[in-house]
């Protein structure tokens, strides 16, 4: 909480591991992930899935109108449920509730869903059939998407009524690391949805983050209106040890842009769950991240969640390197 006020006596630590026992054995953050089941079509394929049937014909026979769109009532027993059992891991660590955004669910809900070889590595292969979908019929890509986003505007609200959570974060890709995926108008749709999903939070009296991958450098001025804090700030490669400190040194200019905004980031899951990149360089990196942006408006995080078939067990001494360098780092300050 000091942190998102820039107030930070010392920098938190949050490892984003989808375990919140994990995350509160190692971190000050546990995260409350409300990733709805009536809206998980990633293991099936979704409502709006391509079968063989080429692009065109796929998007003629769409009619998502017609679609059986699930309800408020249909999640909030859920997202119940899931903040009661997760607020028992240790209610002396902050919150932070997250949920998937209007573009996620659009693209998922046009997934194919997971292959044989996908099932067995635990991977999503994504075909960004949504984003075709906004060229083909731009129609039917806005109903999808409001749709969506009417419904998770309203679980936003109600999500913020939790005591115990102290900021919700919203994790919704629309860029790779040349911009946006998007068509252009369709981009300036998603980022108004973002902010307003943001302002939602801010209205509730939570902290509002926003996840995006990709470099969002083009869209920073607008996010802000929304978001308090943003993760991880992917603006470039960092999958080796060279690129991430080349990561580091380039996330200094986003803070001159960004004085205000808590980055969450710092702990490249690239280089975590890589054997051959020790825990000396991981430190060396969040150092790097610390001189860029300075210590206040950061929490120092991992910018992903572990790879499929990653475990907290192959990299906990580079975890605990971290937690030893952050320690040591307020002992200096």
């Known amino acids: 909480m000091e942190a998102m006020q820039g107030k930070v006596t010392r920098i938190p630590l949050y490892f984003w591991l989808a ?33 063989a049937e080429t692009r065109r014909e796929w998007c003629d026979r769409l009619q998502p109108d017609e679609y059986e769109w699930p309800t408020l009532d249909d999640l909030m027993t859920e997202m119940d449920e899931t903040v009661a059992e997760t607020l028992k891991v240790d209610r002396t660590k902050s919150f932070q509730l997250e949920m998937l955004g209007p573009s996620e669910y659009s693209e998922y809900s046009c997934s194919s869903g997971k292959t044989p070889q996908g099932r067995e590595l635990d991977q999503v292969s994504h075909q960004f059939d949504f984003s ?90 607008n996010l802000i209106q929304g978001y308090s804090g943003l993760h991880p700030l992917d603006i470039k490669s960092k999958s080796t040890f060279a690129d991430a400190l080349d990561w580091a040194t380039a996330l200094a200019t986003v803070r001159q842009l960004l004085p205000d905004t808590v980055f969450f980031t710092g702990i490249p899951v690239d280089l975590l769950c890589n054997p051959q990149v020790s825990a000396e360089e991981l430190v060396e990196v969040a150092r790097h991240v610390i001189d860029a942006v300075g210590p206040g408006r950061l929490v120092l995080t991992t910018t992903h969640r572990p790879y499929p078939g990653c475990s907290f067990r192959d990299f906990e001494e580079k975890a605990d390197a971290i937690k030893r360098f952050l320690q040591a780092f307020r002992r200096s300050s």
């Open 19 to 51: 375990d919140p026992k994990l995350e509160a054995r190692v971190g000050d953050i546990v995260g409350v992930r409300c990733w709805f089941k009536h809206l998980d079509f990633l293991e099936e394929g979704g409502p709006f899935k391509r079968g």
């Open 132 to 221: 075709v979908l906004t060229v083909l019929d731009p129609r039917k890509a806005e109903v999808i998407h409001r749709r969506f986003f009417e419904l998770l505007f309203q679980a936003v609200k109600r999500a913020t009524e939790y005591d115990a959570v102290d900021s919700v974060r919203i994790a919704d890709d629309f860029c790779g690391y040349a911009g946006s995926v998007y068509r252009p108008d369709f981009t300036g749709t998603i980022v108004h949805r973002q902010v307003e999903l943001g302002q939602a939070i801010s209205k509730g009296g939570k902290y509002s983050v926003l996840h995006s991958d990709g470099d969002l450098t083009k869209y920073l001025a």
